[in-house]
T-cell receptor, first 111, second 114 residues
Framework: KQEVTQIPAALSVPEGENLVLNCSFT??????LQWFRQDPGKGLTSLLL?????REQTSGRLNASLDKSSGRSTLYIAASQPGDSATYLC??????????FGKGMKLTVNP | GAGVSQSPSNKVTEKGKDVELRCDPI?????LYWYRQSLGQGLEFLIY????????KSGLPSDRFSAERTGGSVSTLTIQRTQQEDSAVYLC????????????FGPGTRLTVL
């Protein structure tokens, strides 16, 4: 059974720092990995999707990498801003179409 | 274009009542997913539709839960005889056919069972 872990559960940083968010998964047989952002009381916003054949994806200040063999992904946020404050979720998809989620990491960026 | 929409946004009901939650996927998306987000359990898969059929219902927690999809579009998740442990945010997602594409999520329905 696939399990996804995100550590730490929460992080508080001053504005401007470069951040690395970690995600690990137990079964390397995945189709893709997706990073989401969730604001309080809202749904999920897709940030980046990395297909199993890819090593990384970039969007603006965000860069996500994938190492399937070691069961790890990282989300890099450059020059963090208060508007980046949210919960970040990592999810993997195996052969069953469904996403398996980590419990998320709550990020607070202080001005 | 329009994203995934869900209604109602909030639903408060009494224990034992039935509720229906609705999901309108992005137009043209053939796959539709229901997930549940609760404080203790995080985000959990409930059921997946490809067109109008549900190849995977493995996440439905009990036979009180059912879902249908009609016309390859709108889906309804029904919870019968609601219990307090059903209180959660129910999220719907859709995507185009390929397994390599992103799932796009709606804003969710917050269900509170008193």
């Amino acid at each position: 059974k696939q399990e996804v872990t995100q550590i730490p559960a929460a992080l508080s940083v001053p504005e401007g720092e470069n951040l690395v968010l970690n995600c690990s998964f137990t079964d390397s047989a995945i189709y893709n990995l997706q990073w989401f952002r969730q604001d309080p009381g809202k749904g999920l916003t897709s940030l980046l999707l990395i297909q199993s054949s890819q090593r990384e994806q970039t969007s603006g200040r965000l860069n996500a990498s994938l190492d399937k063999s070691s069961g790890r992904s990282t989300l890099y946020i450059a020059a963090s801003q208060p508007g980046d404050s949210a919960t970040y979720l990592c999810a993997v998809e195996g052969g069953s179409e469904k996403l398996v989620f980590g419990k998320g990491m709550k990020l607070t960026v202080n001005p | 274009g329009a994203g995934v929409s869900q209604s109602p946004s909030n639903k408060v009901t009494e224990k034992g009542k039935d509720v229906e939650l609705r999901c309108d996927p992005i137009s043209g998306h053939t796959a539709l997913y229901w997930y549940r987000q609760s404080l203790g359990q995080g985000l959990e898969f409930l059921i997946y539709f490809q067109g109008n059929s549900a190849p995977d219902k493995s996440g439905l927690p009990s036979d009180r839960f059912s879902a249908e999809r009609t016309g390859g579009s709108v889906s309804t998740l029904t919870i019968q005889r609601t219990q307090q442990e059903d209180s959660a945010v129910y999220l719907c997602a859709s995507r185009s056919q390929s397994s390599y594409n992103e799932q796009f999520f709606g804003p969710g329905t917050r269900l509170t069972v008193l």
